[in-house]
């Protein structure tokens, strides 16, 4: 079993809305958890990383959070745009060399 | 770009050819890193090197072979591949030990095996 579940595994949003996606694990402890965007035929990049210590972390329109208590991020995305349409990763890390990959969200941003 | 490059971005080969997947990082990185992506699945960690030495080899099949000859490249070599390893090749490079370390990944290597 993954160590890293997210949902929903896909959703579809009118461009200008809100949407979160979540990422339960059970990995730990940990070192770091980390966002990732990954567009279409591209490499994963990286939107936010956080620390056990943290509770939130914005980067432009997406803000990440990060219950320890009950290993559960989030991250939501604010008045989406079309060209948020992509994969995001939930990656747990815990040392250099071992991170816990989610399947990831594929979002799809219509007009 | 994100500083790491992957060449070629797309390679299709049969099961008894050789071919090499290359990548090379401009960050001066001292870790990098192959993962295999296939659909709807995880990230999968196949090799890391740290400082040129192999530091981690995730089960992979000995049709697949890593090679980093310095710390900037490094390559994958295929041989006798089957079609279940057609995926997305993915190279990654990090410096370690620095307390809010990223990967930086490369836009891959899509591989079909025929």
């Known amino acids: 079993k993954n160590q890293v579940e997210q949902s929903p595994q896909s959703l579809i949003i009118l461009e200008g809305k809100n949407c979160t996606l979540q990422?339960?694990?059970?990995?730990?402890?940990?070192?770091?958890l980390r966002w990732y965007k990954q567009d279409t035929g591209r490499g994963p990049v990286s939107l936010t990383i956080?620390?056990?210590?943290?509770n939130t972390k914005s980067n432009g329109r997406y803000t990440a959070t990060l219950d320890a208590d009950t290993k559960q991020s989030s991250l939501h995305i604010t008045a989406s745009q079309l060209s948020d349409s992509a994969s995001y990763i939930c990656v747990v890390s815990l040392n250099d060399y071992k991170l816990s990959f989610g399947a990831g969200t594929t979002v799809t941003v219509r007009a | 770009e994100t500083g790491v490059t992957q060449t070629p971005r797309h390679l299709v080969m049969g099961m008894t050819n050789k071919k090499s997947l290359k990548c090379e990082q401009h960050?001066?990185?001292?870790?990098m890193y192959w993962y295999k992506q296939s659909a709807k699945k995880p990230l999968e960690l196949m090799f890391v090197?740290?400082?040129?030495?192999?530091?981690e080899n995730n089960s992979v099949p000995s049709r697949f072979s890593p090679e980093c000859p310095n710390s900037s490249h490094l390559f994958l070599h295929l041989h006798t591949l089957q079609p279940e390893d057609s995926a997305l090749y993915l190279c990654?490079?990090?410096?370690?030990?620095?307390?809010?370390?990223?990967?930086?990944f490369g836009s891959g290597t899509r591989l079909t095996v025929v």
């Open positions: 960050l001066g990185h001292n870790a």
């Open positions: 990422c339960n694990y059970t990995v730990s402890p940990f070192s770091n």
């Open positions: 990654a490079s990090s410096q370690e030990d620095s307390q809010n370390y990223g990967y930086t």
């Open positions: 090197y740290s400082l040129e030495e192999r530091v």
């Open positions: 956080m620390t056990f210590s943290e």
